[in-house]
Structures are given as structure tokens and as C-alpha cells.
């Protein structure tokens, strides 16, 4: 069992980057908005990044993950675009093959970038409509690595979540 904690941007540093607000911003347009730039860092290798949309299922909990992924050619930036929850379920690498993995939920307000080479669970939305902006790479080549985990890990949310 695994239980998914609230994301912070310092638990998550070694599978990516948390996108949401905060830090230095600045004001824009005659004053009515605050631009806070520079999020995330994409790093994407022969190809070019790409926006894209993704209409995933909500999915219930406990929610059992079978199936871990990674892009060896780019980072992967997933912003909701209604503020909604979703588990981000990630692993270290241990020679070649995901590691123990680690959940999350990010919550209103937040978007994840997963570093190029991460492995992690497929989108998982709990709550909103399932629609995301994805920033990644676009390009030929191999970027997409798959692994069904030998027994699906079930992801609950920690007490209060």
C-alpha cells in the first residue's frame, strides 16, 4: 500500500518540479495581472516542445497502479486547466527498471513538470474535469519506456487529504 501525501516542491525536487504560484512575479497588463514566469525547466533532447491537451478519466480511490513510464527524451509538464486534484505517482530509477515509488496529490492550483527519464504513474486526476495542458517533447524517436509492475501498488491518501 502506498499512501499519497500533499505535494511540496522540495519532496518532489528529485522527480521534477511543482508548477504553481509563487516567488518574484510581475505586473502586466496596466496592472491587472501578475506574470510569474519561468516555472518550469524543459528539457527535451532532438525534437521540440509541444502543447497538448489531455482528456483523462477521473479516477477513484484506492487507485491500484500497474503500469509505470518514462520519457528518455523529454520532461513532461502537466498543468490542470480547472483547478482539480491529481495523484502523481513517481520512482527512482534502479538500473533500468523504476525503483520504489513515491505518491503525491497535487492540489488546486498546481501543476507537476517530471523530469526527462522519470519514471511515473500514468495521468490520474481525482477530482475535476480531467482536462490538462501538457508541455513536452514532440519529435521522432524512442520516448516512451513502459513497465507493468509485477503487482499493481494501491495508492490511498493520507489521513486529512
Same mark, same amino acid.
Given at each position: 500500500m502506498l499512501t499519497a501525501a500533499p505535494i511540496t516542491a522540495e519532496d518532489f525536487a528529485p522527480f521534477g518540479e511543482v508548477v504553481e504560484l509563487g516567488g518574484a512575479f510581475k505586473i502586466i497588463n496596466d496592472g491587472f495581472c501578475r506574470r510569474y514566469s519561468d516555472l518550469a525547466t524543459l528539457d527535451i533532447v532532438d525534437g521540440q516542445p509541444g502543447i497538448s491537451l489531455f482528456n483523462a478519466e477521473i479516477r477513484s480511490l484506492p487507485y491500484d497502479c500497474g503500469l509505470l513510464e518514462r520519457h528518455p527524451l523529454g520532461s513532461?509538464? *502537466?498543468?490542470?486547466?480547472? @483547478?482539480?486534484? *491529481?495523484?502523481?505517482?513517481?520512482?527512482?530509477?534502479?538500473?533500468?527498471?523504476?525503483? &520504489?515509488?513515491? &505518491? *503525491?496529490? &497535487?492540489? #488546486?492550483?498546481?501543476?507537476? @513538470?517530471?523530469?526527462? @527519464?522519470?519514471?511515473?504513474?500514468?495521468?490520474?486526476?481525482? #477530482?475535476? #474535469?480531467?482536462? *490538462? &495542458?501538457?508541455?513536452d517533447r514532440i519529435g521522432p524517436g524512442a520516448n516512451l519506456e513502459e513497465v507493468r509492475l509485477p503487482e499493481p501498488v494501491t495508492v490511498t491518501l493520507a489521513p486529512g487529504g
Open positions: 513532461q509538464c *502537466f498543468i490542470p486547466m480547472q @483547478n482539480a486534484e *491529481f495523484l502523481v505517482i513517481v520512482a527512482p530509477d534502479a538500473g533500468g527498471r523504476p525503483g &520504489a515509488p513515491r &505518491a *503525491f496529490v &497535487a492540489g #488546486s492550483g498546481q501543476g507537476v @513538470n517530471i523530469g526527462r @527519464n522519470v519514471w511515473h504513474g500514468v495521468l490520474c486526476p481525482i #477530482s475535476g #474535469s480531467g482536462l *490538462f &495542458a501538457v508541455v
